[in-house]
């Protein structure tokens, strides 16, 4: 079993968290999303929650410690299997992780 260094762990981090933050709340994924939850096609204003929702795992997919745990776990599996093509997939969601972090820390509020 490997232990990552410092680099390899932020990268890893910061792909966990972007592929959590695709699958529970990016507009991109929406539709799958809604689908699997049963939301079909519920708006939040005013409109009663279709009754065949999905609570609990709605719950699990919007949940950082949840499904964010599964995702990190996946990249950490993913990295001892095969480190070099792990390390080399993760950049692009580290980045794509750190446009929105610095996108949420520097634009003014909407």
């Known amino acids: 079993m490997n232990i990552p260094d ?9 792909a966990g ?7 529970s709340e990016d507009e991109l994924l929406d ?5 699997l939850l049963r ?6 204003e005013g409109d009663a929650v279709p009754a065949n929702y999905r609570k609990t795992l709605g719950a699990f997919v ?5 499904l964010g745990a599964w995702c990190a776990l996946g990249w950490w ?3 001892q299997l095969w480190p ?3 390390i080399i997939t ?6 794509s992780a750190l446009v929105g972090i610095t996108r949420g820390k520097l634009d003014p509020p909407e």
């Open 6 to 14: 410092w680099y390899t762990l932020l990268l890893l981090t910061l």
């Open 17 to 23: 968290f972007r592929t959590w933050r695709l699958l």
């Open 31 to 35: 539709w799958p999303r809604r689908r």
């Open 39 to 44: 939301l079909g096609d519920w708006q939040e």
């Open 62 to 66: 919007g949940c950082a410690h949840c």
């Open 77 to 79: 599996i993913a990295w």
């Open 84 to 86: 070099n093509g792990t």
């Open 90 to 95: 993760a950049v692009p969601f580290a980045l």
